[in-house]
């Protein structure tokens, strides 16, 4: 690829437009398989001949399956990396590892420790980069999140939604997500876990409606939609200090009958039932997680879709 590559690393990179274009692709593309089998390859193939590459420092089990099913579905290839058994581990610069991946592989998706080293990838790359998770953000998350939304509640903008629980990456990516494709967000957070500063008033420049609360059954009063995600994210120490700030923050019942009617219950996955959520909730009826889980690898399509150029 000529030029500079279409990296996929944060949200607020885009525009709304850009945004919309590949979660329209990620629905039509759902809609044409119409129950074909998973292992069967999309009409056109669009990616035939291309090879995804994946790098993992942390778990997944999402990322890496639904990554490795789009590029299969869309026709190309994929290959599955633990950082630990590459160079990487023994001292070969991330940079000098971008640019001799580049010369293998069409795309690079990284689920690493620290952000940076995913900027200094993409730096170096020249293939696009897709930031599979850092300790900032998760895009693709966000990604399939924005599409389940909408195909149960329809269009997102102008809509009520709201955050409770640790203020960890996910929650940087729906900040994003919120002000990026216009709609008002409420962050119900202990105070000591609440989002970056910096992300928060960043969504204030933009002119995004973020507003951030302690106070859970405030946040959630009248929303289409309630989103958490774990209290111990990879990588953060699993404490009381952490564990008792977040206890008031579990949603249960109680809180998502203060929600909307209709209101849909969204979680990134893995969940820590009995934790973050109750077992009513996300077995219940307006829970939509696995629908959000699925979206994941249509999402990924549309993502990888337009960092090869084959859309927009
Ligand atoms: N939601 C998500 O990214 O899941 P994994 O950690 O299993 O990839
Ligand atoms: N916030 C979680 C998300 C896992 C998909 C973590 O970073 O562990």
Same mark, same amino acid.
């Not at 952000?115 to 399939?144: F, W």
């Not at 949603?251 to 959520?277: Q, S, T, W, Y």
């Given at each position: 690829?000529?030029?500079?590559?279409?990296?996929?690393?944060?949200?607020?990179?885009?525009?709304?437009?850009?945004?919309?274009?590949?979660?329209?692709?990620?629905?039509?593309?759902?809609?044409?398989?119409?129950?074909?089998?998973?292992?069967?390859?999309?009409?056109?193939?669009?990616?035939?001949?291309?090879?995804?590459?994946?790098? =993992?420092?942390?778990?997944?089990?999402?990322?890496?399956?639904?990554?490795?099913?789009?590029?299969?579905?869309?026709?190309?290839?994929?290959?599955?990396?633990?950082?630990?058994?590459?160079?990487?581990?023994?001292?070969?610069?991330?940079?000098?590892?971008?640019?001799?991946?580049?010369?293998?592989?069409?795309?690079?998706?990284?689920?690493?420790?620290?952000?940076?080293?995913?900027?200094?990838?993409?730096?170096?790359?020249?293939?696009?980069?897709?930031?599979?998770?850092?300790?900032?953000?998760?895009?693709?998350?966000?990604?399939?999140?924005?599409?389940? =939304?909408?195909?149960?509640?329809?269009?997102?903008?102008?809509?009520?939604?709201?955050?409770?629980?640790?203020?960890?990456?996910?929650?940087?990516?729906?900040?994003?997500?919120?002000?990026?494709?216009? =709609?008002?967000?409420?962050?119900?957070?202990?105070?000591?876990?609440?989002?970056?500063?910096?992300?928060?008033?960043?969504?204030?420049?933009?002119?995004?409606?973020?507003?951030?609360?302690?106070?859970?059954?405030?946040?959630?009063?009248?929303?289409?939609?309630?989103?958490?995600?774990?209290?111990?994210?990879?990588?953060?120490?699993?404490?009381?200090?952490?564990?008792?700030?977040?206890?008031?923050?579990?949603?249960?019942?109680?809180?998502?009958?203060?929600?909307?009617?209709?209101?849909?219950?969204?979680?990134?996955?893995?969940?820590?039932?009995?934790?973050?959520?109750?077992?009513?909730?996300?077995?219940?009826?307006?829970?939509?997680?696995?629908?959000?889980?699925?979206?994941?690898?249509?999402?990924?399509?549309?993502?990888?879709?337009?960092?090869?150029?084959?859309?927009?």
């Amino acid at each position: 690829m000529s030029g500079t590559p279409r990296h996929f690393l944060d949200l607020k990179d885009f525009d709304g437009a850009t945004l919309r274009l590949i979660l329209d692709t990620a629905r039509l593309w759902r809609d044409a398989r119409d129950g074909r089998p998973k292992g069967a390859v999309d009409d056109g193939a669009p990616l035939a001949g291309r090879a995804l590459a994946m790098i =993992f420092e942390k778990a997944s089990t999402r990322t890496r399956i639904s990554f490795d099913m789009a590029m299969r579905q869309l026709g190309g290839t994929s290959l599955v990396l633990e950082s630990g058994a590459m160079q990487l581990g023994r001292g070969e610069t991330v940079a000098d590892t971008a640019r001799v991946m580049s010369r293998y592989v069409d795309v690079i998706m990284i689920r690493a420790n620290v952000h940076s080293m995913v900027e200094e990838l993409a730096a170096h790359a020249g293939v696009p980069v897709i930031n599979g998770l850092t300790d900032r953000s998760h895009p693709c998350q966000l990604m399939a999140d924005m599409m389940t =939304f909408e195909d149960h509640r329809g269009p997102i903008a102008g809509r009520r939604v709201a955050w409770v629980g640790d203020g960890n990456n996910v929650a940087v990516s729906l900040i994003e997500a919120a002000v990026r494709l216009d =709609f008002a967000l409420t962050m119900a957070c202990p105070p000591a876990l609440a989002p970056p500063d910096g992300v928060m008033q960043w969504a204030q420049s933009q002119g995004g409606s973020v507003t951030l609360t302690d106070d859970p059954a405030a946040a959630v009063a009248g929303v289409d939609a309630v989103f958490t995600d774990t209290w111990v994210s990879m990588g953060d120490a699993r404490d009381n200090a952490r564990l008792q700030a977040l206890a008031p923050f579990q949603v249960d019942k109680a809180l998502m009958n203060r929600a909307a009617a209709d209101a849909i219950f969204m979680h990134c996955l893995p969940a820590h039932r009995g934790e973050e959520v109750t077992d009513d909730v996300i077995d219940g009826p307006g829970s939509v997680v696995w629908d959000e889980a699925e979206n994941r690898l249509h999402a990924q399509k549309a993502v990888l879709a337009w960092c090869l150029g084959a859309i927009g």
